[in-house]
């Protein structure tokens, strides 16, 4: 793949392949490549993934990197834009969500690194969008504090600990079964709006970096 070319990769996680979530993703997906970049789909449902961390997984000396890990390691990896999709269960991103975080973005860094922000692992340098959805009203999220409390674990903890560029949130209340079709082709319109917009900005950030150095007068 050209360096050029900006890298998306989306995990997505629900247990229903028509979900709204699905669709969340296949509009995003679809977007980016309408924008003329590059992404890849990591639906853990569908690939079974398995969100229980190995004892021989944790970070210290006696660290190994699991053979499922590592296929994950090499499809997402250099990936300048990670967007994760998933509903909020009980107050919580789902347990495979959670998994995906201990198994593979954390894969082998340890609490060390991350306070010191060391700037290791999988997510350095890139940029972090979590997309989420429930079946409860914003405004009622706001009320209970949720909606705070889903930035700080689901964007800024990840942000900071793992030395990324940017992270941001967007979230859907309200998605219950039988959604009417206007409200499914707003959100999904918003959708489409906000990765075209993120698309626009990395494209601009990837040009800047690989254009050359400017010289000032004072170096000839």
């Given at each position: 793949?050209?360096?050029?070319?900006?890298?998306?990769?989306?995990i997505?996680?629900?247990?229903?392949?028509?979900?709204?979530?699905?669709?969340?993703?296949?509009?995003?997906?679809e977007?980016?490549?309408?924008?003329?970049?590059?992404?890849?789909?990591?639906?853990?449902?569908?690939?079974?993934?398995?969100?229980?961390?190995?004892a021989?997984?944790?970070?210290?000396?006696?660290?190994?990197?699991?053979?499922?890990?590592?296929?994950?390691?090499?499809?997402?990896?250099?990936s300048?834009?990670f967007t994760?999709?998933?509903?909020?269960?009980f107050?919580?991103?789902?347990?495979?969500?959670?998994?995906?975080?201990?198994?593979?973005?954390?894969?082998?860094?340890?609490?060390?690194?991350?306070?010191e922000?060391?700037?290791?692992?999988l997510?350095?340098?890139?940029?972090?969008?979590?997309?989420?959805?429930?079946?409860?009203?914003?405004?009622?999220?706001?009320?209970?504090?949720?909606?705070?409390?889903?930035?700080?674990?689901?964007?800024?903890?990840?942000?900071?600990?793992?030395a990324?560029?940017?992270?941001?949130?967007?979230?859907?209340?309200?998605?219950?079964?039988?959604?009417?079709?206007?409200?499914v082709?707003?959100?999904?319109?918003?959708?489409?709006e906000?990765?075209?917009?993120?698309?626009?900005?990395?494209?601009?950030?990837?040009?800047?970096?690989?254009?050359?150095?400017?010289?000032?007068?004072?170096?000839?």
């Amino acid at each position: 793949m050209p360096a050029n070319i900006v890298r998306h990769a989306v995990i997505l996680t629900h247990p229903n392949p028509r979900s709204f979530n699905s669709a969340i993703a296949e509009t995003y997906c679809e977007t980016v490549r309408e924008c003329g970049q590059s992404v890849v789909l990591r639906d853990l449902y569908r690939i079974g993934f398995d969100p229980a961390l190995k004892a021989d997984e944790q970070p210290g000396p006696m660290f190994a990197m699991s053979a499922d890990v590592r296929v994950e390691w090499d499809a997402v990896k250099g990936s300048d834009m990670f967007t994760l999709i998933f509903p909020i269960w009980f107050g919580l991103p789902p347990a495979m969500m959670k998994g995906y975080v201990d198994r593979v973005v954390g894969a082998g860094v340890t609490p060390r690194q991350i306070q010191e922000r060391d700037g290791c692992g999988l997510l350095r340098g890139s940029n972090l969008l979590s997309i989420s959805t429930s079946g409860a009203p914003e405004a009622w999220l706001d009320e209970q504090g949720q909606q705070e409390a889903l930035r700080d674990v689901a964007s800024r903890y990840l942000f900071r600990a793992f030395a990324m560029k940017t992270a941001s949130t967007l979230h859907f209340g309200g998605i219950v079964q039988d959604l009417p079709k206007r409200v499914v082709d707003e959100h999904l319109h918003t959708v489409r709006e906000r990765t075209r917009k993120l698309c626009a900005r990395l494209a601009v950030e990837k040009r800047d970096r690989a254009l050359p150095p400017k010289i000032s007068c004072s170096e000839h």
